[in-house]
């Protein structure tokens, strides 16, 4: 089967690092997938993985290793706005052009 | 100018009755999908076009039917609604080349009474 898994909430401090895991068996591997979703709000693409090894982008880095099935979202220096549900998403092989999610992981940042 | 949208941002309807959702990509993608996000926040695919071809029908009752007109449109008919359709529906598009992030169109909030 295919399946992603994420914590379902964290909770952190304004200036805090956190780390998000996410952990996925899925059949073929083109690459994960990092989003972002406000509160009624659509999700918005943070960074994408297909080889192994840490992708840094500003104050968000994100991790893979193919062999362990596994990833996480680093997310430096909490702001306020930081606090939203981050999905982890996975592509199919190539050529299926299917994205599984998972279920998303609800930050809460604390003053 | 808005990369991926929707029509309408919000739907309430009675069960039964027959609606439909439309979607459309400025982006030039060549890749488009439609989402159901349900009362727990879980995003699961329901179906994707590749330049207007239907590639992916994930056991979707066969009440809903999407259609895709050409590359930058794709629309979700939904027939006798029933309460457990009620959700948000996201639109979303990639280029099937690269990394392919998908860009996803604001949702539509469909109640069901």
């Known amino acids: 089967g295919q399946n992603i898994d994420q914590p379902t909430e964290m909770t952190a401090t304004e200036g805090a690092i956190v780390q998000i895991n996410c952990t996925y068996q899925?059949?073929?591997?083109?690459?994960l997938f990092w989003y972002q979703q406000h509160a009624g709000e659509a999700p918005t693409f943070l960074s994408y993985n297909v080889l192994d090894g840490l992708e840094e982008k500003g104050r968000f880095s994100s991790f893979l290793s193919r062999s362990k099935g596994y990833s996480y979202l680093l997310l430096k220096e909490l702001q306020m706005k930081d606090s939203a549900s981050y999905l982890c998403a996975v592509r199919g092989t190539s050529g299926t052009y299917k994205y599984i999610f998972g279920t998303g992981t609800r930050l809460k940042v604390l003053a | 100018d808005t990369a991926v949208s929707q029509t309408p941002k919000y739907l309430v309807t009675q069960m039964g009755n027959d609606k439909s959702i439309k979607c459309e990509q400025n982006?030039?993608?060549?890749?488009m999908y439609w989402y159901k996000q349900d009362s727990k926040k879980f995003l699961k695919i329901m179906f994707s076009y590749n330049n207007k071809e239907l590639i992916i029908n994930e056991t979707v009752p066969n009440r809903f039917s999407p259609k895709s007109p050409d590359k930058a449109h794709l629309n979700l008919h939904i027939n006798s609604l029933e309460l457990g359709d009620s959700a948000v529906y996201f639109c979303a598009s990639s280029q099937s080349s690269g990394h392919s992030e998908q860009f996803f169109g604001p949702g539509t909030r469909l109640t069901v009474l």
């Open positions: 899925t059949s073929g591997f083109n690459g």
């Open positions: 982006l030039g993608h060549d890749t």
